[in-house]
Nanobody, 123 residues
């Protein structure tokens, strides 16, 4: 059974940085891993993704150049490095995994979810 546990969220000022972590277990190397976010009243969106084994990088246009998704195979941890955070990045962030990937990846690709970690960016 896939289990995903996020951590690293918090409150920062605009221009600051945070690094989200996702402790993953029960996944396979062939799975697609990603970070998604949701603001109350808005649709959940895929912000970044990659294959567990590498490749298949995807970033939403709104975060390109600022966010970086990576995985540490030694610790089975998925990361989302978020730099130059802006108020519009405020959201609940979720680590997710799926057995297949669309091009580009979509919400429905991800069948496994973490509990979420809140990121709040103040101006």
């Amino acid at each position: 059974k896939v289990q995903l546990v996020e951590s690293g969220g918090g409150s920062v000022q605009a221009g600051g940085s945070l690094r989200l972590s996702c402790a993953a277990s029960g996944y396979t190397f062939s799975m697609y891993m990603g970070w998604l976010r949701q603001v109350p009243g808005k649709e959940r969106e895929v912000v970044a993704g990659r294959y567990s084994a590498g490749g298949g990088l995807y970033y939403a246009d709104s975060v390109k150049g600022r966010f970086t998704i990576s995985r540490d195979g030694a610790t089975n941890t998925l990361y989302l490095q978020m730099n130059d955070l802006q108020p519009e990045d405020t959201a609940m962030y979720y680590c997710a995994a799926g057995e297949f990937r669309s091009h580009p990846p979509i919400l429905e690709d991800f069948g496994y979810w973490g509990q979420g970690t809140q990121v709040t960016v103040s101006s």
